[in-house]
Structures are given as C-alpha cells and as structure tokens.
C-alpha cells in the first residue's frame, strides 16, 4: 500500500537555528499537508498545499514557517528561527481530492533545546 | 469559535463488547466528517468518511452516524479486541474546505 515517507524521524536542533522537514507524498496525490502535535496535545493544521501554492494556512503558520515542493515529488516544511515552543511531531499527509481520508506519514520528531 | 469536542475521558470496555464513542461540534456546517485512528507516536489512519447526506456507514466492525441536526456523530466498533486499543479522532473540514480539524480525541482501550 502507498505511504508518505517522512525524514527524519527524529530531530534535535538549537533554538534559533533552521530546520527543514522532509516529506514524500504518495505520487498520484495533489494535496498536501503540515500537521503538528505537541506532546499530549491534539493534532493542529498548519498549512495545506494544492497546484503549487498554499491554499491555506493556520494562525500557527506565521512568517517563520514555509513549505515548498522543490520538485515532483518532495513537499518540504522550513522552520526559519526555531523556538522552544516548536517542540512537537510533525506529520505531513497527502490525499487526491480536498474531501477524501488524508494519508498520514510516520512524523518527525522534533526537539528544541 | 468552532469547536470539536469528544469525550476526554478515556473509554474502557470488555473484549467482544460494542465501543461507542461521541463527537459533537459547533459552529460547523460540514459537507463530511471523518474518523482516524491513532497509536502512540505514530500518525493518524483515515477510518471512515461520512457525508451530510449519510446517516449511517459502515465498514467491517465499524459503525458512524452523522446527526447535523444534533451536530454529533457517534463511533462504533463492534466485537471489539484489544488490537482495538487506541486513540480515535474526529476530524471537519475547515471553513475554506481544504484541510481538517481534529478533535482532541478520545482514548479506548479493550481489555481481554
């Protein structure tokens, strides 16, 4: 069955330093998505993807983040200056059409310190 | 604001018995709503979708209803087994319809 891959699993970084997130969305799939989770917290929309452009973005989404799809088949998430609060898993997740069940992948993990 | 709500608590219940679980929303007027499953530190799994004009689905052991009228939907899993065992969210479609809202979830656990 297709997944999205996601990389890395896991990622520790210094507060105030970029990371990129790295996501692998199921190839017939043209929507896409950043989730995050902070531990022990519900599942938040950050931003979702469609044609090249985002179609819509959270409050959470500010201008220290920014995704991308670099080519046909990675969609990336950037964090510019992380932050402690940044601390959480991040799942990206795809689907052929805005009303159909999401693919989730496995997330990243990730920890600021 | 909108709001999704499920039952915080988390639910236990006997191996072979019926799990019920409740999802209630305000201010929504989705098209659809949508059930995942999630275990610890992995993501969501798409479950079941149901639409305004449903009131009922049904996928193997798993039952939804969907009352926009009452603005909940209920979860069911019947003949449950501790392979159940998980966290299961509820999920609307945000204003603009291209992305979802997740409810807080509600925990099941199936004991033998």
């Known amino acids: 069955e297709p997944e999205v891959t996601q990389t890395p699993s896991h990622q520790v970084t210094q507060m105030g330093q970029e990371v990129i997130l790295r996501c692998v969305p199921i190839s017939n799939h043209l929507y896409f998505y950043w989730y995050r989770q902070i531990l022990g917290q519900k599942v938040e929309f950050l931003v979702s993807?469609?044609?090249?452009?985002?179609?819509?973005k959270s409050e959470i989404f500010d201008d220290q983040f920014s995704v991308e799809r670099p080519d046909g088949s990675n969609f990336t998430l950037k964090i510019r200056s992380t932050k402690l609060e940044d601390s959480a898993m991040y799942f990206c997740?795809?689907?052929?059409?805005?009303?159909?069940?999401?693919?989730f992948g496995s997330g990243t993990r990730l920890t600021v310190v | 604001s909108q709001k999704i709500e499920q039952n915080s608590e988390a639910l236990n219940i006997q191996e072979g018995k019926t799990a019920t679980l409740t999802c209630n929303y305000t201010?929504?007027?989705?098209?659809?709503l949508q059930w995942y499953r999630q275990d610890p530190g992995r993501g969501p799994v798409f479950l079941l979708l149901i639409r305004e004009n449903e009131k009922e689905k049904r996928k193997e052991r798993l039952k939804v209803t969907f009352d926009t009228t009452l603005k909940q939907s209920l979860f069911h899993i019947t003949a449950s087994q501790p392979a159940d065992s998980a966290t299961y969210l509820c999920a609307l479609a945000t204003n603009s319809g291209y992305a979802l809202n997740f409810g807080k979830g509600t925990s099941l656990l199936v004991t033998p």
């Open positions: 201010n929504y007027s989705p098209a659809y």
């Open positions: 993807f469609y044609n090249n452009e985002i179609s819509e």
């Open positions: 997740a795809s689907n052929k059409q805005a009303n159909y069940g999401y693919t």
